[in-house]
């Protein structure tokens, strides 16, 4: 990585140059670090009426196919077939075990090998080569996260904890109907970007501004990602908080934590809308949505109520500037010390080495 690109000090700094968002080899090497990361799996919700969850999106983000089983406990397994590299799953389903659907093979849901037809004259078999590989699984509150190879998923759990610990996330809904997702002609990063600034909102988002205090209107770092707090103009919705919560006495509409590199938790007094950035190449991404319910009577209302409308002004923005990231007249810019402090530290962790 090119490690001092982007200076400590926001009021020097110069953004990331252009070529992050038009270069092909750049676009694989940052997207190369996404195996060393946590991403959101699912909430435990998703896996109570189904116990097997394929996520077909790990297929794109990590290069691997994976499923959610749940028996004695929940596990994150390959979802490729030991014997010929089928896809075991494709669509959340009950059952108890995996069986894939090309010639048999079966695995117990702790993706142990179980049988295989016409195999009893195969010398060495089965080894533990022919079980499923697992894959690290943790939990904050009811929200999955796996990894590859990652570590320290307890710092990341430990920030949302210090601001969130009094919500009961845990008990949370899944509400298949706000699942919805989108494909953009723009690089992740300035999906990313965009995301981590308030800064646009009342220039982009004319209903959101009427929501939110823009005066008020916080970004926090920490080590692994974002905090973004949104406070609510008199008389909007927001949150009760208890006198445990950090932000006990503000009239606290939003919580946008974004976790490095591609995980989006928008906590909101209905619940939760999580946004899942899957790049797709150097200049198209996918953007997934899952929803999760806490109090129904709040849908609709305040900060979370027109996400659809909120996502459209969003992606219209970064398709132009990612048409502006192949003009010729622009190299790079500056920050915003007050507004985008978020994007700074986003690129930073994008630049330094060994991260």
Same mark, same amino acid.
């Given at each position: ?81 030991? /014997? ?35 195999? $009893? ?9 022919? $079980? ?25 759990? &430990? ?45 982009? /988002?004319? &209903? ?9 209107? &916080? ?61 797709? &190449? ?23 109520? /027109? ?36 994007? /700074? ?11």
């Amino acid at each position: 990585m090119h490690e001092g690109l982007v200076d400590a000090d926001i009021t020097r700094a110069y953004a990331l140059p252009s070529e992050y968002y038009t270069d092909a080899a750049l676009f694989s090497q940052l997207y190369s670090r996404f195996e060393g990361c946590w991403h959101f799996a699912a909430h435990a919700d998703e896996l109570e009426e189904n116990n097997i969850l394929p996520l077909t999106r790990m297929e794109q983000l990590l290069g691997q196919s994976m499923l959610l089983s749940r028996s004695e406990k929940l596990m994150c397994l390959s979802n490729v077939c030991t /014997h010929r590299g089928m896809l075991i799953a494709e669509e959340a389903t009950s059952a108890s075990q995996l069986q894939c659907p090309y010639h048999g093979r079966t695995f117990g849901l702790d993706g142990s090998f179980r049988s295989m037809p016409e195999f $009893d004259a195969v010398k060495d078999f089965p080894s533990v080569a022919d $079980d499923l590989r697992n894959f690290s699984l943790e939990s904050w509150k009811g929200l999955l996260f796996t990894s590859l190879e990652a570590g320290g998923f307890s710092e990341l759990a &430990d920030e949302l904890e210090a601001r969130l610990h009094w919500m009961p996330v845990e008990s949370f809904r899944h509400d298949p109907s706000r699942s919805r997702e989108y494909d953009i002609n723009a690089n992740w990063a300035l999906y990313v970007e965009n995301y981590l600034e308030g800064f646009h909102i009342p220039y982009v /988002h004319a &209903d959101l501004h009427r929501t939110l205090d823009h005066d008020g209107y &916080d970004t926090e770092v920490f080590g692994g990602g974002v905090l973004q707090i949104g406070v609510a103009r008199e008389g909007e919705p927001c949150f009760i908080l208890p006198e445990s919560s950090p932000d006990h006495g503000r009239r606290i509409a939003a919580y946008y934590c974004w976790l490095f590199p591609s995980t989006m938790l928008n906590f909101y007094p209905w619940g939760l809308s999580v946004n899942i950035v899957v790049p797709l &190449d150097v200049s198209r991404t996918r953007i997934i949505y899952r929803g999760y319910v806490w109090d129904e009577s709040k849908l609709g209302k305040g900060a979370g109520a /027109h996400l659809d409308k909120v996502e459209a002004e969003d992606q219209a923005i970064v398709e132009a500037v990612q048409r502006g990231m192949r003009s010729r007249c622009y190299e790079r810019g500056r920050y915003s010390p007050t507004q985008e402090r978020g994007v /700074h530290h986003f690129h930073r962790m994008l630049t330094e080495a060994g991260r």
